[in-house]
């Protein structure tokens, strides 16, 4: 008898990509300045939300939205995750013209090159923005890359889950805008990829957390290290509005050591990145409902 066959429903894949977004927002966390503030998931996973001096002397309010994506395949311009990205962003940038924003995709995957390049020199497209993007072409050769971002977004079909509106939104804005409008798009995203993975993120924030004085020693940082997992986690977990601020880093290094049900709730969390297969019986054992 044949044996029956069901879809793949297994989440590990979700979960690491969960928390993999809890570990760079600790990191966000740990770099903020006095003042500054993160907003989770609010206009994208993490918002670093600053004040930037006008020109007439007024503060104004300037927003860094971070989205996060553990990846498995290299990110192109035509990727269907960067479209959805780059669409909602433009989103953003209409909906809040008073407001200085910047964008950045953040992803452990590298940067790929799309099978037919139409980018001066045949480079990556993401290669190519984030040269545009840091001033690092010839202004000479700003135009060929410029009008090869132009052609792929223009000719990419819309990724699958995007708004119809939404899309066209951006491909309008794409079609109509001149090179310098084109320009300020591109210098207001930034494709953060080769980020640190999933696998090697605790160990370089642990690092971090002695290399800044906030622990002592290897053994104090991973101490700290969990309890920042669990608060940033709680946070999330909770309805409303959700934010965090320095003094919320503060208060978590001075606060002790986790509690019996806090340990085993981050056991369980370790538990299901560790293994692929872990089942209902090993959580229940650690002593965590399901």
Not at 161 to 186: C, K, M, P, S, Y
Request: proline content about 4%.
């Amino acid at each position: 008898m044949a044996e029956p066959v069901f879809r793949d429903r297994d989440a590990w894949a979700t979960i690491r990509g969960y928390f993999y977004q809890i570990q760079i927002t600790i990191q966000r966390w740990m770099d903020l300045e006095p003042g500054e503030e993160l907003r989770l998931e609010c206009g994208e996973d993490i918002d670093r939300v600053g004040r930037a001096l006008c020109e007439n002397g007024t503060a104004s309010e300037q927003l860094l939205l971070e989205q996060v994506k553990h990846r498995e395949k290299h990110l192109t311009l035509r990727s269907p995750e960067a479209l959805a990205a780059l669409t909602c962003f433009h989103c953003h940038r209409v909906a809040n013209p008073q407001v200085r924003l910047r964008f950045r995709y953040v992803t452990n995957a590298s940067v790929g090159r799309e099978a037919t390049s139409q980018m001066p020199g045949g480079v990556p497209a993401i290669e190519a923005w984030e040269r545009l993007r840091l001033g690092s072409f010839a202004p000479r050769e700003e135009g060929g890359a410029l009008g090869g971002i132009r052609s792929v977004l223009s000719t990419v079909p819309k990724p699958a889950g995007v708004r119809e509106d939404d899309w066209e939104a951006l491909r309008q804005f794409i079609r109509a805008a001149d090179n310098t409008e084109l320009l300020g798009l591109v210098r207001s995203v930034e494709w953060g990829t080769g980020t640190t993975s999933f696998e090697l993120m605790e160990s370089k924030i642990q690092q971090q957390l002695v290399e800044t004085g906030r622990a002592a020693s290897s053994e104090e940082s991973h101490s700290l290290y969990l309890r920042l997992v669990l608060f940033v986690l709680k946070r999330l977990s909770a309805s409303g509005p959700k934010s965090l601020v320095p003094e919320n880093l503060d208060g978590v290094i001075s606060a002790p050591g986790l509690g019996s049900a806090d340990s085993r709730l981050l056991r369980m969390i370790e538990l299901l990145l560790v293994s692929e297969t872990a089942s209902s019986k090993d959580i229940r054992e650690i002593g965590v409902c399901t």
